[in-house]
């Protein structure tokens, strides 16, 4: 709960709900044009700051032969396609959250509660480990896999809490989750275990999240399934309002629960499989965000879910700036980073969520 | 009448007593069941002749061509300790990191040798230790100056050369740059390369590895890129380089592959990696 | 078994637990679908409707709502005009002032923007009422709506209901172990035990000592109390 006076109003929320009550409209409005700017503001900023200082004018001139241009090289290909992956991953594992705790009404689930993280880092350590020669033919080895082992998580969870007769359990859902995410984790302890210390070091590097993407290929690929993801979100969020109140009020005020219910879980895995393909499996975004704007926007997910987006991104490609800066010329990984500020703020979660 | 007393008898328990001492003083100096836990000391213990007395090894040594025969008791993660144990050694080669396994070792009364990583003058200084433990300082001795007279000579044939900015890399994800894991300015990959007429673009970081952004390569800017890899298996694609148009190693396809344990082992045979390092930098020296 | 739930009709579903009380409601709310014989609404069977059509004619008050974020009293009204709201489901000036309305007809406007959660358990239900008034539904289905409550709240949704069935002539089903409430609002009651009806009509009726005793298995007192003006349940004892 957040913060309240004696009478139980959040100024922050009362503020911005009372102001704007004549037009639901407008604070939608207000929100979507506020989280378009923040991640905006991010993706044009971070590029301009980095461990080398680079001379823009010299990045942005155009007679200068590509080949020779340091400066331009370092805007264009080390740091521009890293802001905008740490955009992308960090706007679908914010919204990927959001669903994930409205589907189910837990505002402690996280996009990689139901095992989908797990599977991709089974994917990706595959590769890493036993993929050898084939894998190295092509950039795409590794994210392909770990797409792969997303999908894999994800269908495995999904046969079996569909597989109920009256349509789609969430428990089944969580329980399936949990236990592929311990089972797979095992797995991976093993593949360890067998490695070679060279596999191994690459693949823990890989679990603590990297967004040096030096391409606008893994982007480009991804992009489009962000897209119907976000999309599937956007529509889905008046209803999932209605399904984080009450599951029986939700199907007698017209919801098509276990469509809605199939459709969040789809929509919300790609999107994390995507983000995790792309990063490594990047944890906290996809908790600290959701609570974050819950406090600002509340939490209909009408507001909530455009807010995610904007907060996401710009959280994310914050988070990938400090990492690699603040130890220069050496770089902490971006999961560390979201871990050091997530730790502390989940456990601030639990403590409020109990009283 | 003292003399009458120490008569034969005594002076048999005298003997006995006196080559049961020595036998065992020899025991502790000149160890004959040897087990290495290390592939780097493993070559150092055949490089100095005590290769007959290593019976058992890790799990991850290839050479020299003898240790194929030999039984493997795991490595740095899981050594086998009853294997160890049944086979009865009178000396083992640890790492330095393994203190529970040396502690258990202690207990069970086997001398052991704490291998620790450093530069180049550590690897000298764990060949003299190990020889000094083995009984074979000589020997020993032998290796280290004939290591130290590849590197001199190394060192005469690259001296006035300009010294190209290299990166050594040792890993990355296959198939694109990413996590690239280079060699930072500590350890013996770092001191072979200086000896071999090169300049570490990361000198200054004191570490034994540093992992290179792609903004740090493109800054760093060097002129020769040296990969490693211990076997072919793992054989990089170059084409991945490309993405660093800017780094006049890719411009001036100046990417070089060095394949084999003996660019990745701190051992006897760093001298000859080290001739194949300045070969790849100067190939006109030789 | 044949119930009719019309305007102005106020029943009273009565059973044990396992009877079949939870199944009946689902049933009438389009919830679950019957195994046999139909439902009809407006003479058409429930099936047949469009699922918003069906929303926006009936409404359940579960027993407990317990949302999984902190929503205002406002947002939860707000929710109840979903069935009535277009593709893009945003609420226009309209639906913000039937909201208020149905807030002011279960005397909570003054509670508008406070959070759900901070509210008592008599004003909660009060509140997830507006949200079923807001869906401007002619049936109101009350699943056990004072099992949680205490006996002073108990007093004030009876009596909300009964002015909310007597000026906006809702029909109201509710289920409830509560005797006396049921006495106290129902006009006409339903007897459900192991899904089989065993006794349907008017209250003064079927509330009668042996029924309750083929009910429940106990003996229980029935008469008029005339201060409460209305059939008053007093359990004795249990029936071996």
């Known amino acids: ?355 | 009448m003292l003399n009458r007393r120490i008569g034969t008898r005594t002076i048999l328990a005298a003997l006995v007593i006196g080559l049961t001492l020595g036998l065992s003083l020899q025991a502790q100096t000149k160890p004959s069941r040897i087990i290495s836990l290390v592939p780097g000391a493993t070559e150092m213990l055949f490089a100095i002749g005590a290769g007959p007395r290593v019976v058992a090894v890790s799990s991850y040594d290839k050479e020299p061509p003898e240790v194929t025969s030999l039984p493997r008791v795991g490595a740095l993660i899981d050594p086998d300790v009853e294997r160890i144990l049944s086979l009865k050694p009178d000396l083992i080669v640890v790492y330095g990191s393994q203190h529970d396994l040396a502690q258990q070792l202690g207990r069970a009364g086997i001398p052991h040798f704490s291998y620790v990583h450093g530069g180049l003058p550590d690897i000298f200084r764990t060949i003299r230790e190990l020889a000094a433990r083995t009984g074979d300082i000589e020997q020993g001795e032998r290796v280290v100056k004939g290591i130290e007279a590849t590197l001199a000579d190394v060192s005469k044939r690259v001296a006035g050369r300009p010294r190209p900015k290299t990166m050594i890399v040792f890993g990355r994800e296959p198939g694109s740059l990413r996590n690239v894991y280079a060699s930072g300015g500590y350890g013996f990959l770092h001191d072979a390369l200086a000896i071999a007429g090169g300049d570490d673009v990361f000198g200054d970081v004191k570490r034994e590895s540093v992992q290179a952004s792609t903004e740090l390569m493109l800054t760093r800017a060097p002129e020769v890129i040296v990969e490693l890899r211990a076997d072919d298996e793992s054989a990089p694609d170059r084409a991945a380089w490309q993405t660093l148009a800017s780094v006049p190693a890719v411009r001036n396809n100046r990417i070089v592959l060095l394949t084999g344990s003996d660019m990745v082992t701190a051992g006897p045979r760093i001298g000859q990696a080290t001739v194949r390092l300045a070969k790849a930098l100067h190939p006109e020296a030789f | 078994m044949s119930i009719d739930v019309g305007p102005g009709t106020f029943v009273g579903v009565l059973g044990p637990n396992g009877s079949g009380k939870s199944t009946l409601l689902k049933l009438l709310g389009r919830l679950l679908t019957p195994d046999a014989g139909t439902v009809t609404l407006d003479g058409r069977p429930l099936g047949a409707w469009p699922r918003q059509a069906v929303a926006r004619r009936v409404a359940m008050v579960p027993q407990e709502t317990h949302p999984a974020f902190d929503y205002t009293v406002l947002d939860l009204v707000l929710m109840g005009r979903y069935p009535h709201l277009g593709a893009l489901a945003i609420e226009g000036p309209s639906d913000l002032a039937i909201a208020r309305d149905a807030l002011r007809a279960t005397g909570m406007s003054a509670f508008e923007s406070r959070l759900f959660s901070t509210l008592s358990g008599g004003e909660k239900q009060r509140v997830v009422i507006a949200g079923a008034l807001a869906q401007q539904a002619d049936v109101l289905l009350l699943d056990e709506p004072t099992a949680s409550l205490d006996p002073g709240h108990q007093l004030e949704i009876a009596a909300l209901l009964v002015e909310l069935n007597r000026t906006r002539a809702l029909g109201l089903l509710l289920s409830t172990h509560d005797l006396n409430l049921a006495a106290s609002v129902c006009h006409d009651l339903v007897m459900l035990s192991e899904g089989m009806v065993i006794g349907t009509g008017p209250t003064g009726d079927v509330l009668t000592g042996a029924n309750i005793e083929r009910l429940y298995g106990i003996r229980a007192d029935v008469r008029f109390h005339p201060e409460a003006g209305h059939l008053t349940v007093v359990p004795l004892r249990h029936l071996s």
């Open chain 1, 1 to 355: 709960m957040p913060p309240t006076n004696g009478e139980g109003v959040v100024s922050a929320r009362d503020r911005i709900a009372h102001s704007t009550i004549q037009g639901i409209r407008a604070r939608l409005v207000t929100v979507c044009l506020g989280s378009v700017a923040l991640a905006l503001g991010a993706i044009v900023l971070a590029p301009l700051a980095g461990s080398t200082s680079i001379s823009l004018a010299h990045a942005f001139d155009l007679t200068r032969p590509w080949a020779s241009n340091v400066d331009a090289q370092i805007f264009f290909v080390a740091r521009l396609p890293r802001v905008l992956a740490a955009a992308l991953v960090g706007s679908a594992l914010a919204a990927s959250g959001v669903v994930f705790q409205a589907l189910l009404r837990n505002p402690l689930a996280t996009p990689f509660t139901l095992g989908i993280s797990s599977g991709a880092a089974l994917g990706a350590m595959l590769v890493l480990t036993i993929g050898g020669a084939f894998a190295a033919t092509t950039w795409a080895a590794v994210p392909a896999a770990s797409f792969a082992g997303a999908l894999a998580a994800v269908s495995i969870v999904y046969a079996l809490a569909a597989a109920r007769q009256r349509g789609f359990s969430t428990s089944v859902l969580l329980l399936a989750g949990v236990t592929l995410n311990s089972f797979f984790s095992a797995l991976i302890l093993m593949l360890q275990y067998f490695a070679d210390m060279a596999s191994v070091m690459q693949t823990l590097r890989w679990l603590l999240g990297d967004l040096d993407v030096a391409s606008y290929t893994p982007i480009v690929v991804a992009l489009p399934m962000l897209v119907v993801a976000i999309t599937a979100f956007l529509v889905l969020a008046p209803r999932l309002n209605l399904l984080s109140v009450s599951i029986d009020a939700a199907a007698m005020r017209g919801v098509d629960v276990v469509s809605t219910q199939r459709i969040s879980f789809l929509s919300a895995s790609l999107a994390t499989g995507a983000a995790v393909s792309i990063g490594g499996p990047i944890g906290f975004v996809g908790i600290i965000v959701p609570h974050l704007v819950r406090l600002i926007v509340g939490p209909d997910h009408r507001l909530a879910l455009p807010a995610s987006l904007g907060f996401g991104a710009a959280f994310l490609v914050a988070c990938d700036l400090v990492g690699r800066t603040v130890i220069a010329p050496l770089e902490l990984p971006v999961g560390i980073v979201t871990a050091v500020i997530g730790g502390p703020f989940f456990l601030w979660l639990l403590v409020k969520h109990a009283q």
